[in-house]
């Protein structure tokens, strides 16, 4: 079955600690996209990749880091700058973005990291 | 003032009713509009896309969209138990010089159907 893999389900960080989180894709989308979703609060956008080996910030990028080393994966490391990184964390993908006929974002089940 | 807004519920109804659920936007730049249902503790599955004025209809669901208001909705007809859910709205506007078309999604109005 094609879609979006993301894994661990649930993480816990300590204090100065830096996790990943992993997304997978087998959709051969071009474009993958992390989100934050807080209660009460829309997704917003951490980082996206266009294509492989270029990323760029989203809305809220700080104390967030990204790798595009392939293209079916898009891992994103939350580190120790992040001082409030409880949240559940979805990523996302779509063929190219930016032609005529849009292709809408499908997303995977989420990791929620919360702090030990 | 955000530039999607969406009253966050709860809305319960009874199993059979119909079920409108509404979003308003600020950006008159959006393009594409889409519906995405959230279980809990689950990612956002996309029910409906749509980009002109006017209706779409896909089974037991009417997307709406009004660009001269910059409204939009999603209609469930006969609704289930199972559509007890999160539903999020959400749409796009193309970054200038970058071709990236960013989502913008509301905050989601949580719907309970009760049997």
């Known amino acids: 079955d094609g879609g979006i893999t993301q894994s661990p389900k649930y993480l816990f960080r300590k204090e100065g600690q830096n996790v990943t989180l992993s997304c997978e894709q087998n959709l051969n989308h071009d474009a993958m996209y992390w989100y934050r979703q807080d209660p009460g609060q829309g997704l917003r956008l951490i980082y996206y990749?266009?294509?492989?080996?270029?990323?760029q910030k989203g809305d809220i990028a700080e104390g967030y880091s990204v790798s595009r080393e392939k293209k079916e994966s898009f891992p994103l490391t939350v580190t120790s700058a992040q001082k409030n990184p409880t949240a559940f964390y979805l990523c996302a993908s779509t063929h190219k973005p930016g032609t005529d006929s849009n292709q809408p974002q499908h997303f995977g089940d989420g990791t929620r990291l919360s702090i030990l | 003032q955000k530039e999607v807004e969406q009253d966050p519920g709860p809305l319960s109804v009874p199993e059979g009713a119909i079920v409108s659920l509404n979003c308003t936007y600020s950006?008159?730049?959006?393009?594409?509009f889409m519906w995405y249902r959230q279980y809990s503790r689950k990612g956002p599955e996309l029910l409906m896309y749509?980009?002109?004025?006017g209706n779409k209809e896909d089974g037991r669901f009417t997307a709406q969209v009004d660009k001269s208001s910059k409204y939009i909705s999603l209609f469930i007809r006969d609704s289930q138990p199972s559509d007890s859910a999160t539903y999020l709205c959400a749409m796009t506007a193309t970054i200038v010089n970058t071709g990236f078309q960013k989502l913008v999604f509301g905050t989601g109005t949580r719907l309970l159907v009760s049997p």
């Open positions: 990749s266009q294509i492989v080996n270029d990323f």
């Open positions: 950006n008159s730049a959006f393009q594409y």
């Open positions: 749509t980009y002109s004025s």
